[in-house]
């Protein structure tokens, strides 16, 4: 059955990906597809990337992923996430920075889902989170449905016409923000850009985990939340050296 796990942005944040896997399990999922950034702010890099080898069909590179491998793009971040990265990078072995080298930037599920893990358009910003941005970002989609992260919060944009061509202004487009278990039912005649939140660090005042499942028979997108041992990560990301404000903005969710 064509029902698809959809996570990203784990941040090496392991307590909270096992207790997504674990609940994802009960779900009754065929397959499950990572939007990038497996690394990145958390204390257990290592072990997030051996578990998106394991379980995940398709992964897509994530900004941090790429920063992890790339000098030039770790330039490019400031403070507390420019640390992490750094610090990931030390401590991940040649296996694991291969395995993050080897990403690839986008990936497509037949014709009618794209994954990335930011915006699929250059734009004002690479941060798909109102209908301005989304209404750029459908332009690089040529999909029915694109699953994308780096915002950490979940999110739906529905454009209004299957076509790609269409050129779109922010208001025909309509924003869902999808509750915990609550389905959004995605039309045949329309296009989507979905995001299934962050599993390792949520930004929208939620502390718990959230990722999604699509159906693509029952076209469906539905997100759920997980909570998870919070304090356990904070005191992970505290004994490794990493910056305080990395542990104390999980248990916020922001
Ligand atoms: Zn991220």
Redesign the pocket.
Known sequence: MPRYAIIS?I?GNLPAFQAVLKRMAELDVSEVICLG?IVGYGPHPDACIDLVVKYCSISVQ?N?DEAVVDPVCAERFNGAAKEAVYWTRDVLGPLHLNALLSLKPTAMIGNTVMCIHACPFPGPTDYVHDKQVAAWAFRGVDRPICLL??T?TPMVFEAPTPNPDDILTAPELIAYLPQDGVEVKLEPDRRYICNPG?VGQPRDCDPRAAFAVLDTEAMTFTVHRQEYDIAGVQAATQEAGLPTVLADRLAIGA
């Open positions: 942005d941040h950034d994530g941090h992260g780096h950490h962050a």
